[in-house]
């Protein structure tokens, strides 16, 4: 079955950096774009990127561009997000998913990034 | 940037009787390819989102024939034709036809 795996969260300084990795298994990892969602504590869902599937075409909001940036390794079945200058408003869970426009929307579980000094 | 609008934000029903959760985009989410993307999401507590019904009215693999989709252009509406236990949660609607992709507020179902 899909599963989507998230990591290398935790809690980093204001201005401080991490990457987040997600690792894809149960599907073809390398024919699906994959995207970042972030979820504040207690609001709602905010899309961050998007990746295509042989990593040519990137997105990303305009609350994380230039800081943010997301990539892929298919050889590892892995989406990473750098993230850069990281402020307290960029604390949040942050959910890996893929095809959002279909049917084989699927979500990890997530990984908590809290930026505090 | 497309917004993405629902209401009610709040949505307390009686268990068997149903609800009705209305989405509005501020643009068409109709897709050059012709598809509408719009989908969407319930998360229950403590858990991630999972998909409830794409592109517009068709149902994910194993959600129950009590939720349905409908709507065209900019107006969509999610329907649970008799509401039980385990439908508490937040909705979310999604568009993905325009990058950013966007969410609504999100609407909480709960139990009277």
């Known amino acids: 079955q899909v599963q989507l795996v998230e990591s290398g969260g935790g809690v980093v300084q204001p201005g401080g950096s991490l990457r987040l990795s997600c690792a894809g298994s149960?599907?073809?990892?390398?024919?699906?774009?994959m995207h970042w969602v972030r979820q504040a504590p207690g609001k709602g869902l905010e899309w961050v990127a998007f990746i295509r599937y042989d990593g040519r075409n990137k997105y990303h909001a305009d609350s994380v561009k230039g800081r943010f940036t997301i990539s892929r390794d298919n050889s590892k079945n892995t989406v990473y997000l750098q993230m850069n200058s990281l402020r307290a408003e960029d604390t949040a869970v942050y959910y890996c998913?893929?095809?959002?426009?279909?049917?084989?929307?699927?979500w990890g579980r997530g990984t908590l990034v809290t930026v505090s000094s | 940037d497309i917004v993405m609008t629902q209401s009610p934000l709040s949505s307390p029903v009686t268990r068997g009787q149903p609800a009705s959760i209305s989405c509005r985009s501020s643009q068409s989410l109709v897709h050059s390819d012709g598809n509408t993307y719009l989908s969407w999401l319930q998360q229950r507590p403590g858990q991630p989102p999972r998909l409830l019904i794409y592109k517009i009215s068709n149902r994910f693999s194993g959600v129950p024939d009590r939720f349905s989709g409908s709507g065209a252009g900019t107006d969509f509406t999610l329907k649970i034709s008799r509401v039980e236990a385990e439908d508490v949660g937040v909705y979310y609607c999604m568009q993905a036809t325009q990058f950013p992709h966007s969410f609504g507020q999100g609407t909480k179902l709960e139990i009277k």
């Open positions: 149960g599907f073809t990892f390398s024919t699906y774009g």
């Open positions: 998913a893929k095809d959002l426009r279909g049917w084989e929307n699927y």
